[in-house]
């Protein structure tokens, strides 16, 4: 039991160390969704043409879902890994960039064979307006708004007290199944209809070129101990 909740987030969002080896950047630490992005494309840059920035959506807020391709080859087959579908998941978001920065310049022997292996599709943040909202709210947090640093859905507004749906539910795929909620202002809100917000459009839109060649698609959450495989909506593989 967590007896002062307002003091992890006040320590979590005070703090700007650890840096990656170039001083600019670390992975024991949260950063803002600008700071993440500058950082992407300084990697990209350094890449010597491995690694590219590209735009794998766009949000509500007009923020674009910025992600990394690492591809050493042509025609590989594809893995995509996501980070932050919850915006108050920080944790997934700096696991995504981790990830991100050993593929394209880690060390490791095994890493470096998995890197050349696949094209890698990698975004650390593919619900970039709710991890801002969690950021930019947390250091105001009231008993009137108790949930902000705990924000998990998207933005888009839905009535004048609720926003958003929880995009990691409102793809098309047995939508509204199971596991939802048909309270606007639920964190397990659906969306209106399937594909209802655009954040799931245009990522559906990136993705489906890749479909053909995408050998595993990865998304990580926090918290918890779990190995999830599909589908959320059966028990069967």
């Known amino acids: 039991m967590i007896r002062n909740v307002q003091g992890h987030i006040d320590n979590q969002t005070q703090s700007d160390v650890g840096r990656d080896r170039h001083g600019e950047f670390g992975f024991d630490n949260f950063y803002r ?17 491995v690694a590219s920035v590209v735009k794998g959506g766009l949000t509500s807020e007009g923020r674009h879902i910025l992600g990394v ?29 981790f990830v991100l920065d050993q593929l394209v310049a880690g060390e490791d022997p095994e890493v470096r064979r998995l890197a ?3 094209e890698w599709h990698v975004f650390p943040s593919v619900n970039p307006d709710g991890y801002e ?17 705990l924000w998990s859905k998207s933005r888009a507004r839905t009535t004048v007290r609720c926003h958003g749906a929880d995009l990691n539910r409102n ?3 047995h939508w509204g199944t199971t596991g939802v909620s048909w309270d606007m202002c639920s964190n397990l809100y659906p969306g209106t209809r399937a594909a209802s917000e655009i954040e799931t459009r ?10 053909d060649r995408t050998r595993a698609f990865i998304a990580l959450h926090s918290y918890g101990q779990f190995l999830l495989f599909p589908w959320g909506h059966s028990t069967s593989r």
Do not use: C, N
Request: aromatic share 10%; no cysteine.
């Open 69 to 97: 391709r690492v591809a050493h080859a042509p025609d590989l087959p594809v893995v995509i890994l996501e980070g932050g579908v919850h915006g108050r998941e920080w944790a997934s978001t700096a696991a995504a960039a």
């Open 133 to 149: 909202y969690s950021h930019t709210t947390a250091a105001r947090m009231t008993l009137m708004t108790p949930q902000d640093r």
């Open 202 to 211: 245009t990522r559906m839109a990136y993705l489906s070129p890749l479909l």
């Open 116 to 118: 050349r292996s696949y």
């Open 33 to 49: 969704i600008d700071t993440i992005y500058s950082w992407m494309y300084k990697l990209a840059k350094r890449s010597g043409g």
């Open 171 to 173: 793809f098309p795929h």
